[in-house]
């Protein structure tokens, strides 16, 4: 199950990127789902752009990072109401997120939303799939006092590649996007543009990519952006 929920979870990020702008028949909003407890529910609003009805499957997922990739895992511990919903042409349905558990948050929970855009089978003809629209929402559940992230970064050389991790002690999440690495020649290695991805409370999250050119001699700088502002630090360097 572990396995089918994890390239599930890789699939989804790709459609996360471009949530609620991409063009299709259903669209979700917000895009981003943030309760400081004792709140213990919250909403979405699921629409409907298209002239003919479509139906909706709406999941949550608890959301962790193992050895530094991020994963995916059932949970009864948040549920989507109604689970599934059938959408007029031109209508919309609020779906409630409610925290069923009650064991009081520590620090900061973090879950994904799913909701999936099911394919009209009787539209399907001489073999065709229709192609199913796909969100996913960050769904936190926080501590009043939780800690803010602080983040060590640190990178490992391993032959070709090199490996970066963002190390987060506090209880927040980071959201990074336009992560680069620079070595102290004044080369650089980038990782992307937009998103990079969660270093979520309480874990390390790592990135691959080929080193090229890049070594790993001296002071290594980290540049991105986040959203508690510009990222400016100095990445230790480990042996593998």
């Known amino acids: 199950m572990r396995s089918t929920v994890t390239a599930l979870f890789a699939s989804v990020l790709a459609f996360a990127a471009c949530a609620p702008a991409c063009a299709g028949s ?128 640190s990178i490992v050389p391993n032959g070709d590649k090199v490996t970066l991790t963002a190390r987060n002690s506090g209880d927040r999440r980071l959201r990074i996007s336009a992560l680069t690495l620079r070595d102290a020649g004044g080369k650089s290695l980038s990782f992307g543009s937009g998103l990079a991805g969660y270093a979520l409370g309480q874990s390390a999250m790592s990135w691959t990519v080929p080193r090229r050119d890049f070594t790993t001699n001296g002071s290594i700088s980290v540049t991105g952006q986040s959203d508690g502002g510009p990222i400016q630090a100095v990445a230790s360097v480990a042996s593998r």
């Open 26 to 153: 259903l669209q979700v909003e917000p895009v981003l789902v943030d309760i400081t407890a004792p709140g213990a529910a919250s909403t979405v609003t699921v629409r409907n752009e298209d002239t003919t009805p479509i139906n909706a499957q709406i999941r949550v997922y608890r959301w962790s990072i193992v050895n530094g990739k991020e994963q995916l895992s059932p949970t009864d511990d948040v549920v989507a109401s109604p689970p599934s919903v059938t959408l007029t042409p031109k209508g919309q349905y609020v779906v409630r997120i409610v925290r069923m558990s009650k064991q009081p948050v520590v620090g900061e929970e973090s879950y994904r939303l799913l909701v999936d855009q099911l394919p009209d089978l009787s539209q399907q003809r001489n073999g065709a799939v229709n192609l199913m629209v796909r969100y996913s929402i960050p769904v936190f559940f926080g501590a009043p006092n939780k800690k803010n992230p602080t983040v060590a970064w």
